[in-house]
């Protein structure tokens, strides 16, 4: 089973705020409408696997700092479905209401609401969008039921599977009052179906560079102003790619990403794989404190963007070792660049981290994933 960092904060959060959250508010013969995307009606976002027109208010929310911590509240739209698969790449769209407090406490410049959209799967793997609406108070236009806005997520390179859950998270700042959902719809378009058999293709594994960073260099990072030093260096009985971090100063912050890039100029055809996966060592004290976020583009568009954690095993000496698991959607578009970022959370650590066999591969459906990372240069695998 894949697990996911925040699998185990969204279960203590969701205990923890579930007094933020009231019964369902449905008038008086009205109706819920749920059907299976095979059946959906077509829209400028794709096909329809999903639509209700339940109401779920919240209980009054005090928000006088955007917090993404443990006391965020989520507000669950719909815990019990059934029967209807999503894909890696959909839309969320809904409506959003706010009561006159609401409205009234986002009167002042520099106040606002952020809105997070987040699927459960049965699997119990989370799917939280990184696009996420900034509402202030001109976004809400008074109607009888309240002021409303209406809202359209992202999720993009996410888990596909079974759908559970639809929740909310809001945070924000100077809000103060009660948020009412309405109108939920997921849309989205078939997957790309990988239609040939390739061995894995290895994009990087270091091997046969004496010296240098063989392209990869610090990027611009998120909450995040250090250096990061890379260099190719013998490590663990493999050439490995190493980078310093230095988090001094994070301490306090939940997502504090650097960034390394590399340039392919030839680009990497990925129309023919749907996985991505690399090792990386790291000390210790490192373990439970950061995230990785893989973003790859070409010709101007997203190829693959996703941010996973992985649980290490001891590698000896006071290291962890852990595979680092992409999955994403075949692209006829060739990816030009990959971004690897290394998101603190709440740490100020400092020191090195090794990556390693970063490999392009072909998912095994009925086997979860295929095992291409153990021994990425045996005999099949290519490489760039």
Excluded at 8 to 35: C, E, L, R
Excluded at 223 to 251: P, R
Aim: hydrophobic share 35%.
């Amino acid at each position: 089973m894949r697990k996911r960092f925040w699998k185990k904060q969204w279960i203590a959060v969701a205990m923890a705020s579930s007094m933020a959250v009231s019964s369902v508010n449905m008038p008086v013969n009205q109706s819920v409408f749920v059907q299976a995307a095979e059946n959906g009606d077509v829209t400028e976002n794709g096909k329809v696997f999903y639509q209700s027109d339940t109401k779920v208010t919240s209980e009054k929310l005090e928000l006088p700092t955007e917090d993404w911590g443990n006391n965020k509240p989520i507000i669950t739209y719909d815990g019990n479905i059934q029967d209807i698969n999503i894909t890696q790449n959909f839309t969320m769209t809904a409506d959003v209401y706010i009561d006159e407090d609401g409205y009234n406490s986002l009167a002042e410049e520099g106040d606002y609401l952020k809105i997070q959209g987040v699927t459960k799967l049965v699997e119990k793997d989370w799917n939280d969008s990184q696009k996420i609406p900034y509402l202030e108070q001109r976004n809400f236009k008074k109607t009888e039921q309240g002021y409303k806005t209406s809202i359209t997520i992202e999720f993009t390179n996410k888990i596909a599977g079974i759908l559970k859950e639809i929740d909310f998270v809001a945070v924000g700042q100077g809000f103060t009052g009660t948020i009412t959902f309405a109108n939920v719809t997921l849309t989205g378009e078939p997957e790309q179906q990988i239609t040939e058999k390739k061995e894995p293709l290895v994009a990087d594994d270091f091997e046969g560079t004496e010296s240098g960073t063989n392209g990869w260099a610090k990027e611009d990072g998120y909450q995040y102003n250090n250096d990061v030093k890379t260099e190719i260096v013998e490590a663990f009985g493999s050439q490995m790619l190493k980078a310093g971090l230095d988090y001094t100063g994070c301490e306090g912050i939940d997502w504090s990403e650097a960034k390394i890039k590399k340039n392919f100029t030839e680009g990497i055809d990925v129309s023919a794989y749907n996985l991505l996966t690399f090792d990386i060592i790291y000390p210790e004290e490192f373990d439970g404190k950061f995230k990785i976020k893989v973003f790859a583009q070409g010709s101007g568009k997203t190829v693959i963007e996703k941010d996973v954690a992985s649980e290490g095993t001891d590698s000896g000496n006071g290291m962890k070792k852990a595979v680092v698991t992409i999955p994403f959607s075949p692209n006829a578009t060739k990816i030009e660049d990959i971004t690897l970022g290394i998101i603190g959370v709440k740490t100020s650590f400092k020191g090195d981290i090794y990556i390693d066999n970063i490999t392009l591969s072909q998912r095994d459906e009925s086997e979860d994933f295929v095992d291409i990372t153990s021994k990425p240069n045996e005999a099949g695998a290519r490489q760039i």
